[in-house]
C-alpha cells in the first residue's frame, strides 16, 4: 500500500497544516512518509507545494517523480494546474474551485477551471463557500482535506485526531470549525 500525494497552494492558505495532519495520522498508523516541501517564504501568497509520500514499506525518496503522482490536493486551481506533469494517468484531482487572485495578472478564472476540468479525475470544491459556512474562510485548507480524505490511504478517524492536534491549543471553537470544515469537504465530493 502506498500513496504519493502532491499538496499546493499559496502561502497563508495552510498547505503546511494539511501536511502536517497527514504526516502525524500516518505515523499513528505506523505507516512510512517522506515530505519534501518548497514554500515561498518571502511573502505571504508565493507558491507552496509539498511532496507526499506514504507507504507500508521502505520510501527511498522524498520527491514524486513527474506522472506518479496519485493524487493532487490544492487549495488554490491555478497552482493545481503548475503540478500537472505530476499526475499519473490514473491519478486524482481534488481542488479548490476558489481562486487566490494574489497577482495582478491571475488568469481567467474560468480559463483556469477549465484546463483542470480537462482532467478526468477533477474534483472541483468551492472552499470558500465551504469554510464560510464552517465559520471562517481560513478553514479552507481542512474542507480540501475533507474534500481528500476518502481517497487518502489514512483513516478517517486519525485525520480528525490531528486535526485537533493543531487547533486545541487555540481553543475549543477552533477545533469545531475545522472539523466542521473538514466534514463539509467531505460531503461535497459526495454529491
Known amino acids: 500500500m502506498k500513496q504519493d500525494v502532491i499538496l499546493a497552494g499559496v ?14 495520522a500516518a505515523l499513528k498508523e505506523s505507516l512510512n512518509f517522506k515530505q519534501a516541501e518548497v514554500h515561498g517564504m518571502a511573502q505571504r501568497g508565493g507558491a ?15 520527491l514524486i517523480p513527474k506522472g506518479k503522482a496519485d493524487m493532487i490536493l490544492s487549495v488554490e486551481p491555478l497552482e493545481t494546474l503548475r503540478y ?19 497577482i ?18 477533477a474534483r472541483l470544491i ?36 490531528f486535526i485537533q492536534v493543531l487547533f486545541e491549543s487555540r481553543g475549543r471553537s477552533l477545533v469545531d470549525m475545522n472539523i466542521q470544515a473538514f466534514y463539509l469537504g467531505q460531503e461535497a465530493v459526495k454529491t
Open 11 to 24: 502561502g497563508g492558505q495552510g498547505i503546511l497544516s494539511i501536511a502536517f495532519v497527514i504526516d502525524n
Open 48 to 62: 507552496v507545494q509539498s511532496h507526499l509520500r506514504l507507504s507500508d514499506s521502505s520510501i527511498y525518496s522524498d
Open 84 to 102: 500537472l506533469e505530476y499526475l499519473a494517468p490514473e491519478g486524482l484531482i481534488i481542488t479548490s474551485q476558489s481562486p487566490y487572485e494574489n
Open 104 to 121: 495582478p495578472d491571475y488568469p481567467d478564472r474560468d480559463k483556469v477551471i477549465n484546463q483542470v476540468r480537462k482532467v478526468n479525475e
Open 126 to 161: 468551492d472552499s470558500l463557500k465551504l469554510a464560510r459556512k464552517a465559520g471562517s474562510a481560513k478553514t479552507q485548507n481542512m474542507v480540501m482535506l475533507g474534500a481528500a480524505s476518502r481517497h487518502l490511504i489514512i483513516k478517517e478517524k486519525n485525520l480528525l485526531r
